[in-house]
């Protein structure tokens, strides 16, 4: 698989198959999605806990695999979170993406991280 040439339908369907062959529907209640995308998240930032950005060397191959394999977790909790609630990411995702543009108008933002 590569994001070139995959659907997003094709990776929920995916992760949807992967849950259910094992029967874990019944453990992907939103609560427990959101813990566990949580803790996933927390796994990829103990990568950078007690560094400093520079001493992170993200493109160390053992460095880069953690990473990789932590974003995956995320990626597969999130599509987790979506299939159990059928939420459509692509739709989500767009319409974030076009209240962001309100909210913050490149022309007033670009460059800047806060005001
Ligand atoms: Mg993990």
């Not at 813990?35 to 160390?60: M, P």
């Not at 979170?81 to 209240?99: H, L, Y």
């Not at 490149?106 to 806060?114: L, N, R, V």
Request: glycine share 2%; proline share 2%; with cysteine.
């Amino acid at each position: 698989m590569a994001d070139e040439r995959t659907l997003v339908a094709d990776l929920k369907r995916y992760v949807s198959d992967f849950v259910r062959e094992r029967d874990w529907e019944r453990f992907h209640n939103p609560k427990d999605l959101a813990v566990s995308l949580s803790i996933e998240c927390s796994e990829l930032l103990e990568i950078f806990q007690w560094k400093g950005q520079e001493d992170v060397d993200v493109k160390d191959e053992k460095v880069a695999n953690k990473m990789k394999e932590e974003l995956a977790d995320i990626v597969i909790y999130a599509i987790s979170m979506a299939n159990a609630t059928s939420i459509d990411i692509s739709d989500a995702v767009s319409e974030k993406i076009r209240t962001n543009e309100s909210k913050y108008p490149a022309e007033e933002w670009k460059g800047k991280a806060w005001l």
